[in-house]
């Protein structure tokens, strides 16, 4: 179980306080979360202090009562800008995982890296944006995990690309992993996450249940907007 209370990571930005403000929620274990919100709305701070990348202001993010630290065999951090090293190859890379990461997989890598068309003969460094954030896709859930953090993992991908790693990481998912997911391309996540935390302004705006989503006749977009004060007439209000 993930347990979130009051978790801060502020900064100072043009004289005003910013960041991740306050977060509290609980997270059951085998549940899929979405992360969602605007830009500068805190999700990636929130992912980052939760993975003990960031130190916090205040408050705590606990996993199974123990922190990030403790508990690093048994989580994986994913994040589209990427955390591979761009002077090896997709195959030296997984195997610098191999060894230092205790339950990194060097058979599921390898399944990843044919299933998302990557050639471990090819130099990191050459490849492009959208292959690189395939990679740490790879990479990440190389790792068996309990815990999946994913902060933007589609950034630089087409949609069936996008399409294609939600399935396949569907299919490697036995049920019992938690997971905190950010994205913008929330249409995708649809039929994936369990549940939607909405944040707006370093806060969580709302926090709901997709099964309720779905009974009332909304979607993840009109809940997006109505949390986030998102007017779609407000380009009416232009004068040239």
């Not at 960031?54 to 955390?83: C, Q, V």
């Not at 130099?123 to 740490?136: A, D, P």
Request: proline share 2%.
């Amino acid at each position: 179980m993930i347990q979130v209370e009051n978790l801060k990571r502020v900064y100072k930005k043009h004289g005003q306080t910013v960041g991740l403000l306050d977060a509290s929620f609980t997270v059951p274990n085998g549940q899929i979360v979405g992360v969602l919100g605007v830009n500068g709305a805190g999700k990636t701070t929130l992912l980052r202090t939760m993975a003990g990348l960031l130190m916090p202001s205040g408050g705590t993010a606990l996993f199974d009562g123990k922190s990030a630290r403790e508990i690093y065999a048994r989580m994986s951090y994913i994040t589209g800008e990427g955390s591979y090293i761009s002077c090896l190859t997709v195959g030296e890379y997984g195997e610098f995982l191999r060894d230092v990461h205790p339950a990194f997989s060097q058979q599921r890598y390898d399944k990843f890296c044919e299933f998302l068309k990557l050639d471990k003969s090819d130099l990191i460094s050459r490849m492009s944006t959208g292959q690189r954030s395939r990679i740490e896709v790879a990479a990440g859930f190389a790792k068996k995990a309990d815990y999946y953090l994913l902060d933007e993992p589609f950034l630089g991908k087409d949609i069936f690309v996008r399409r294609d790693v939600l399935k396949l990481i569907s299919a490697t998912l036995d049920g019992g992993e938690t997971i905190l997911l950010t994205t913008h391309y929330i249409e995708d996540i649809d039929a994936f996450i369990d549940r939607a935390i909405i944040m707006n302004d370093g806060v969580i705006a709302k926090d709901i249940e997709m099964d309720e989503i779905r009974a009332n006749g909304s979607s993840l977009v009109k809940e997006m907007a109505a949390a986030c004060g998102w007017n779609e007439e407000s380009y009416l209000k232009f004068e040239e």
